[in-house]
């Protein structure tokens, strides 16, 4: 009743974690089956090991959150020889958010994370608001989008996401810009930019002074974008911002999304995921609706 | 093995204005919690208060199935926590973190040093340390002696030492100005206010004392998850959420010297 598909991917249901918020998905191993999920998207991984940005690297704002914590990871050597062999086992599309500096940064991880059997799946992160070099620099002009996304596709064979930055005058575009350069799939939205100020101090909230917003604030924006996106290409559409629940993920579904990731919801409920795809299968039961994929881009 | 619950008030107080303290029953069988462990409370009703807040345990109480928690009012979260009554629920994922050793010596000469909320942790590490045949020192201290919320509840399994920084209440001074911290002591445990914990953990150091600190820095997941609430130690960024919130000095030079 769930199964949907991204390009190759076969997921058991539309729901999946969103980088950055799931570590490596042990964390939440107490409590929930990682079985259960359709997927899930670790944390961003990079060429070399980074220690990330100092402290403070969050505040919380109303109904959601700032975060600058510069995509801190062992590198993808670690990953390959010490955390993948943790993970492979587990019965689900485990998918590794790539990041990286340079486009030869970026190569050099997918390279990589290509010869792992069990990752069928990247998610290329073109969209990182907090570092200095790369990121979201990458994912901001449609023609930088597409060289970058043109490289990766000559070393990366499997099913490549790329993660959309909506921190753009007309997303849409860029979408379009990926797809043309091999993308088998967006994912959308990163966090939006933003900054808090300590009014009692007179200084920033976070040591790297602005961060990304996530949380239920940002939930109407990526809908949007979604629809948006979602109208301007032919490849699938995975999407996340603020989902919370079952219904959020429908609205996602309805906007055009085929698979939606959970990210900030899980420092709220960890099993939060688990009751996601419970409910969705319970509306879809009481809406007599047999096959998910019927209502994806119904809007 | 971590878990999220439901919990049910089933007392409160509030020892002075600032600090409430709620014991909390777990209806069955609850998980085993380690002196320093925290749990994450989640906060209903207020659009300002999204993520859990980090509670250290002041008290657990395996056998009962109680736990309790000592709760500094300091914003909107920990307000409406105080504003909860007997009977309410509170869902908690616990227990969370990596607490302080117990396993040492029982022949340990060992103070136990605690500031404003900080004195929270440190009832349930007086509880295991006594129960292992030691029975520590426990000197705590605040600004002024309502910023003290407890310390009668120390006196049966610790020495209990008093200083504010304005006199109102115990020594005169700071923590670290108290005769008793100038002791040679084999262990210190701490736990408060950052300045107060690098002092004491400077101390320390300069007179080779196994020493720990319990972290507080901001957090998101709670779990190691999110890479939100990380500490400089000398092995680089490590999250106060699980390799912490207590750290062992050895591995905090970076921390403590600057």
């Known amino acids: ?299 | 093995m971590k878990e999220i619950h439901e919990f049910t008030i089933l007392e409160r107080r509030q020892p002075t204005p600032q600090y409430v303290i709620l014991v909390l029953g777990h209806g069955g069988t609850m998980q085993p919690i380690a002196p320093g462990q925290f749990v994450e409370v989640q906060v209903e009703g207020d659009p300002r208060v999204m993520l859990r807040r980090p509670i250290s345990v002041h008290d657990a109480d395996a056998a009962k199935g109680t736990l309790t928690l000592l709760i500094q009012i300091v914003g909107n979260g920990t307000r409406r926590l105080a504003g909860l009554k007997e009977g309410d629920r509170l869902n908690l994922v616990y227990p969370l973190g990596h607490g302080f050793t117990t396993d040492i010596d029982a022949a340990s000469r060992t103070l136990l040093v605690g500031g404003g909320a900080g004195i929270a942790p440190l009832l349930h590490l007086s509880k295991a340390l006594s129960a292992k045949g030691i029975r520590p020192s426990v000197l705590l201290g605040g600004r002024t002696a309502s910023l003290i919320p407890v310390h009668r509840e120390f006196e049966p399994y610790a020495d209990v030492l008093l200083c504010t920084d304005d006199g109102s209440m115990g020594h005169h001074g700071m923590v670290t100005t108290h005769p008793a911290f100038s002791q040679q002591w084999d262990m210190i445990y701490t736990c408060g206010p950052t300045p107060m914990m690098k002092a004491v953990a400077r101390s320390a150091a300069e007179r080779n004392i196994r020493c720990e600190v319990s972290l507080e820095n901001m957090m998101a997941c709670g779990v190691g998850a999110c890479l939100c609430c990380v500490t400089d130690t000398d092995q680089g960024h490590r999250c106060v959420c699980k390799d912490g919130p207590v750290f062992d000095i050895s591995t905090m030079k970076k921390w403590y010297q600057c």
């Open chain 1, 1 to 299: 009743m769930l199964n949907v598909k991204i390009h190759n991917l076969k997921l058991k249901n539309p729901v999946m974690t969103a980088s950055g918020t799931f570590g490596y998905g042990e964390e939440f191993a107490d409590f929930i089956d990682l079985n259960r999920l359709g997927g899930f998207v670790v944390k961003g991984t990079t060429g070399t090991h980074r220690e990330g940005n100092p402290y403070p690297r969050m505040v919380e704002t109303p109904s959601g959150m700032l975060n600058s914590v510069g995509l801190q990871n062992g590198g993808v050597e670690k990953f390959c020889s010490e955390v993948y062999h943790r993970i492979k086992h587990l019965d689900t599309n485990i998918i590794v958010n790539v990041s990286g500096s340079s486009i030869e940064e970026y190569c050099s991880v997918a390279e990589q994370i290509d010869a792992l059997e069990k990752i069928p799946a990247i998610e290329l992160n073109i969209s990182c608001p907090n570092v200095k070099h790369g990121g979201m620099g990458f994912g901001t002009q449609p023609e930088m989008a597409a060289e970058v996304v043109e490289a990766v596709r000559k070393v990366y064979h499997k099913t490549l996401i790329v993660k959309l930055s909506p921190n753009v005058t007309n997303i849409a575009e860029i979408a379009k810009a990926v797809e043309g350069a091999g993308a088998d799939s967006v994912s959308l939205i990163n966090t939006l930019l933003g900054m808090a100020i300590d009014i009692e101090r007179r200084r920033p909230c976070m040591a790297n002074i602005t961060g990304g917003l996530s949380g239920p604030a940002v939930k109407p924006v990526a809908v949007r974008m979604v629809w948006q996106v979602a109208h301007a290409v032919k490849i699938p559409v995975v999407g996340l911002g603020g989902i919370c629940t079952a219904e959020d993920a429908i609205e996602f579904l309805m906007a055009g999304a085929t698979a939606i990731e959970v990210g900030t919801a899980n420092f709220i409920d960890p099993a939060v995921t688990v009751k996601i795809i419970d409910g969705m299968e319970e509306w879809c039961k009481s809406h007599g609706i047999n096959d998910i994929n019927e209502i994806i881009g119904i809007v």
